[in-house]
């Protein structure tokens, strides 16, 4: 059992096996409407109270143009060893505004609210813009990936927040060297190693998903970046070449001294696996791959990528969960054996194929037809892109927007109608997701007007909030 230290859980596993249900989601909101504004909107997903399946609250940033899209915590559990410590704050950088809204979650977790504004000129003056994901460090820093330059062009690095003060202190980055692409990034400190991903250009991916920017390799990345996590240094660059372009979400295994992960690429659909080799360089191999689908559109016949958003490792490591936005479906696979993943459950949402009416000429993997998904007699617009799992593994959920220049081009329904999110039940034992048709939030409804949920995080951490130390 954990025993009451500092924030989180002392080990993956003891999340696991006692952390308690998820009785609250905090879930990032954009509004499409650039005249309104963006906010977390806080979810009651206790199924013994009585707004059950509601937004409860909603936490707004009083400013416009944010595009909010990730939030991470100001602690976590790579702190778990200091009691003075304690999870209240949550962080949500704007990649368009630089700002970074911090919210006090502490006080009142059913109703957050804003604590301070670290404004966006704070990260522009070191020449960083489009800030990312945010992980906790274990040194009492939050850090920061961000995608672009003061021009929008492309450029890794990360800035670090004191969160005492909650003051940008500076670049994380050493060295000389910078990585030519950000986005995601995950620590080991056991194997003193960082690695990160890119995405690509943001003033080229902010204006949407356009073919002639995937094939530019000074617009779209294909590389993972391998740092030395003592000395800050970016010491190995891995070209996943064609198939891996756009590699987006890093995950680690849980198990601090894992010494092997996966990464997203979106793009062509694929999962790699990254891992250190004997020799001490890190290698990198695709290990899922999801073929392309043959459609039809008004006559003419075209190919349709999965475009792979979303992936995260449940807190055993034995499953792997993705989303692929274009294809529209949600996949378990059992990674027991990391270098040969298969594939143990799926739901389809219909994506393009269903919010474009096409037909489908050639599937590589699956015969059944594709049929829109009605729940409480609403048809889903869009298709599903972040994913949260529960602590014990044993419940998904599933939000349905991607970024919004993206969605407003793709599927722009959802823009009109708002995005949403729906709850997956997961087998644990023997493998398989099943849709509950009982739960539904529904955020074209919201009070001022439709708008578009991303991530989401749960008060006490989750799967991707979370890091843990070795103990040795």
């Not at 979810?43 to 991470?72: A, N």
């Not at 459950?345 to 829109?372: A, Q, S």
């Not at 529904?442 to 708008?451: K, Q």
């Amino acid at each position: 059992m954990s025993c009451c230290k500092g924030p989180g859980y002392a080990s993956p596993l003891d999340a696991f096996r006692n952390g308690p249900r998820e009785k609250l989601l905090y879930v990032v909101c954009v509004q499409p409407n650039l005249s309104k504004q963006d906010y977390l909107a806080t979810v009651d997903v206790d199924p013994d109270s009585p707004t059950y399946s509601q937004v409860i609250h909603r936490t707004y940033t009083g400013s416009l143009g944010d595009e909010l899209h990730h939030s991470g915590w100001n602690v976590c559990s790579s702190c778990h060893d200091n009691p003075d410590l304690s999870r209240n704050l949550l962080l949500l950088p704007g990649l368009h505004s630089c700002n970074i809204f911090v919210i006090d979650v502490g006080s009142n977790p059913r109703k957050p609210v804003l604590h301070k504004i670290i404004d966006g000129s704070e990260i522009k003056s070191f020449n960083c813009t489009f800030p990312h994901t945010t992980h906790c460090l274990a040194n009492g820093d939050i850090m920061i990936s961000t995608m672009g330059d003061k021009n929008g062009n492309g450029k890794g690095d990360f800035v670090l927040v004191d969160s005492k003060t909650l003051k940008i202190k500076g670049t994380w980055t050493a060295g000389n060297k910078l990585a030519k692409f950000g986005y995601d990034f995950w620590y080991q400190p056991y194997h003193d190693i960082m690695v990160a991903s890119g995405w690509g250009s943001p003033k080229h991916f902010k204006t949407g998903l356009h073919p002639e920017d995937i094939s530019n390799k000074e617009r779209y990345g294909t590389s993972l970046n391998v740092y030395k996590w003592s000395t800050h240094e970016l010491i190995q660059v891995i070209d996943l070449g064609k198939e891996g372009c756009a590699p987006l979400e890093i995950r680690f295994l849980h198990d601090p001294k894992s010494s092997q992960g996966f990464v997203a690429c979106a793009v062509e659909a694929n999962v790699y696996r990254f891992y250190k080799a004997l020799d001490g360089t890190w290698k990198a191999h695709k290990v899922i791959d999801i073929p392309t689908k043959i459609v039809q559109e008004n006559g003419v016949n075209t190919q349709l990528n999965g475009l792979l958003k979303d992936i995260l490792l449940s807190l055993d490591d034995r499953y792997l969960y993705l989303s692929c936005w274009l294809h529209g479906d949600v996949r378990q696979y059992d990674i027991s054996d990391p270098e040969h993943p298969k594939l143990t459950g799926r739901v389809c949402f219909g994506g393009k194929i269903v919010h474009d009416n096409l037909t489908v000429i050639e599937d590589k993997e699956f015969k059944e037809p594709v049929k829109p998904v009605i729940i409480k007699n609403k048809q889903l617009p869009g298709a599903p892109q972040m994913l949260q799992l529960s602590l014990d593994g044993k419940r998904l959920y599933v939000s349905s927007s991607l970024y919004s220049p993206w969605d407003k081009q793709i599927y722009p329904k959802s823009i009109e109608q708002g995005g949403w999110i729906v709850k997956l039940d997961v087998d644990t034992e023997n493998g398989g997701l099943k849709l509950d048709p009982d739960f539904l939030i529904d955020f074209g409804i919201e009070p001022n007007g439709p708008v578009l949920p991303h991530e989401m995080r749960y008060p006490g951490g989750d799967c991707t909030s979370d890091i843990w130390l070795a103990e040795n």
